[in-house]
């Protein structure tokens, strides 16, 4: 079984920046696939970013391309999301996601464990 805590979450005003955290544990993520997504109110949940934990290679949404920055530390099994460049179109729950393999990493249906998800808002 995995388990990710999310953290860092919170209020900051437009054009400020936060840095999310996913602490996980409970199995050896060399070969796993780390993602973050968010939900929006009255919205559905969509993929932010991923990486890999072998080789450290990104994915990104469109819409954060530029702003948004995914790492990992393996040593310490967290993965983290640099939001900069923040607008209030980004608040939501985010929520970390964990993938035993490299899917569709877009798609919420490549994963097989999620965190509670942390809240983010940003205020204009």
């Known amino acids: 079984q995995v388990q990710l805590v999310e953290s860092g979450g919170g209020l900051v005003q437009a054009g400020g920046s936060l840095r999310l955290s996913c602490a996980a544990s409970?199995?050896?993520?060399?070969?796993?696939?780390m993602g973050w997504f968010r939900q929006a109110p009255g919205k559905e949940r969509e993929f932010v970013a991923a990486?890999?934990?072998?080789?450290?290679?990104?994915y990104y949404a469109v819409s954060v391309k530029g702003r948004f920055t995914m790492s990992r530390d393996n040593a310490k099994n967290t993965v983290y999301l640099q939001m900069n460049s923040l607008n209030p179109e980004a608040t939501a729950v985010y929520y970390c996601?964990?993938?035993?393999?490299?899917?569709?990493?877009?798609?919420?249906?490549?994963?097989?464990?999620w965190g509670q998800g942390t809240q983010v808002t940003v205020s204009s």
């Open positions: 996601a964990a993938a035993r393999s490299l899917g569709s990493v877009g798609l919420e249906g490549s994963y097989d464990y």
């Open positions: 409970g199995r050896t993520f060399s070969s796993y696939v």
């Open positions: 990486i890999r934990w072998s080789g450290g290679s990104t």
